[in-house]
């Protein structure tokens, strides 16, 4: 979607208000994201001072005092996110992955709101980063918000920095290990639903390659200086194809992907390189249903599903194939399903 369309959505938008109350919420968003910056790449990028940073925690990471989402909106734009339900209008839903905004005030909000828990609690907060954004989304190499967070988070007195989380799919993570590893509590939890590459760019073709995504792991597993507390997850979440033979299967595997795929044992690669994590996290694609801002997948990733329907009805076959050969090659990691997996801990 070019500026000008964009431009001409919101203002549509903006001319819907009849009274309801989402409509008004609309209006208010509207309002608040009008300032548009610049375009970065393919995305319209707006600034807005965030009247919060920290957020109760609820749901699927309840365990969490906070969530942290120095953005609103995210680049990768992946086709089974569920937080396209929380975009500010319908407009900007549907051109999920095209616009961002920036919390401008993040870093100076979260130290007050830091000074404020602690002001009523004797112990510090734990906080997920992030949940409805990607941290280390493309604009963080210039706005470096992220990076500011952490500094923010560290420059408190040691028993008062947070146990942190942080969920990305990004390379660019590694930017931040210099202040990652000097947290006392910390787990990294690196995205990478499938070890093939020709799925990951029908799912989410404008997120890092897999192959960067392996090799960051093992950056983070071993660069990692010998004081270092960074725990690491890899989040095979939603779990999507990953072909491999399973075993007392023959015959050539069918693989919609491409044809280049078939003779690769993507399962295996991908269990070798999972192998460096601590943890490992499973998750089934979520099929979606609910309301309008349930965590629903999307309908673009509910067609790519069909598409690898063969594969979808092997799913539990292939999990258990994977699992079992992340036992051979890393026999103290642990595997985790869903919720749990999310956990610090
Ligand atoms: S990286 Fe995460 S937040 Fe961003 S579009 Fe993909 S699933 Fe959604």
Redesign the pocket.
Known sequence: MSKEQFERYLTRAAQSVSGTEQDNQNAQTQAAVTRLREQFGTANVYGKPARSILNPASGYIRAYDFTLNPYRG?????S?????AFSPNQAMRDD??NWVIIKENAADLIAKELDRWQSKHDRPPSIYM?????PY?PIECRERLTRSLLEAMLARPPEQQPTLVV????PMVVRDLDLLHRFDRVRVNL?IPTGSDAVRRDF?P??PSIAARLQTLAKIRYTAPLESRLRLSATVTPFLPTFGSLPGASGRRSNPAGSDDLDRDDLDRFARALACADRVVFQPFHRGGGGRLAATTREAAIALRAKYADWYDREADYGQCLREKLKRYAPDIEILDGAEGFGYA
């Open positions: 995210c680049q990768y734009g992946c089974y996110c569920y937080a396209t999920w992955g992030s949940t409805v954004t990607d989304q969920q990305t799919r990004s995205s989410e404008r997120s």
